[in-house]
């Protein structure tokens, strides 16, 4: 007598089991002789899945980048790792942007794209009194990008150095650095020397305080008549 067995979708006859025989086939063969009992049993097949990234230089993920095979309606999860700098910002082809992303394996090839991008960090550059100069800027920057930074002195200063959020100072000019972190730079300005110089007629007294004095300050000048 013939008996057939009909896999589901995404399954295989593993295997005809009774308590004397196996045979692996979709189709078996057999004499019936007396009462037989029968166990087919079904195993899922396996399918390609294909794990890629738009950049191996930005990230990769695990499992790692390369081709698998897994079990019919098994789940697995896919997580994209991008490397310092950069960023994942979604799947080629798909709207989601699930980090990890959990898949259910179908009856199909299929092929999983991860996209990175470099991340933008804010920078921050302000003076330390606008009275001083002008040096405001806020943006984003892209990892590794180089931008430069200059100031506008106003009248009676002068740049001096920057100094960032943790204190640390710098003269370079124009500030010019790689981009890898959020930073915060301040401009700090000093007020120019000016010479001022009392001058009284001779023999008839003095004038008093002459000297260089720091632009914009206020101090009294006093003249002393001779006795």
């Known amino acids: 007598h013939e008996f057939v067995a009909v896999p589901a979708t ?15 086939a ?12 029968f166990t087919v049993t079904f195993v899922p097949k396996r399918y390609p899945v294909h794990i890629r990234v738009n950049d191996e230089t930005m990230g990769s993920g695990t499992p790692a980048i390369g081709d698998y095979e897994f079990p019919y309606d098994s789940t697995i999860s896919i997580k994209p790792e991008p490397f310092q700098g950069y960023e994942f910002y979604g799947w080629e082809g798909l709207t989601t942007i699930a980090n990890p992303l959990s898949y259910k394996v179908t009856n199909t090839d299929t092929t999983f794209k991860a996209l990175f991008r470099k991340q933008t960090y804010l920078i ?3 003076p330390d009194d606008p009275l ?6 806020t943006g ?9 930074f200059t100031v506008t002195e106003n009248d009676g200063y002068e740049f001096k150095y ?3 959020e943790l204190g640390v100072t710098t003269t370079q000019y124009p500030l010019q650095f790689s981009v890898t972190e959020n930073k915060t730079y301040t401009a700090v300005f000093a ?15 003095s004038c008093d305080p002459t000297g260089q004095k720091d ?10 008549p001779a006795y």
Do not use: I
């Open 10 to 24: 995404g399954y295989d006859v593993e295997k005809w089991s009774n308590k004397s025989n196996n045979a692996a």
């Open 132 to 137: 001083h100069g002008q040096a405001f800027t």
């Open 26 to 37: 979709m189709q078996y063969d057999m004499t019936v002789d007396n009462d037989t009992d």
């Open 162 to 164: 920057w100094q960032d």
């Open 215 to 224: 632009f914009g300050t206020t101090f009294t000048l006093e003249a002393l």
């Open 124 to 126: 921050t550059v302000n």
């Open 191 to 205: 007020a120019k020397k000016v010479n001022v110089h009392g001058e009284a007629t001779a023999g008839v007294g």
């Open 140 to 148: 984003r920057y892209e990892f590794e990008s180089t931008p430069s």
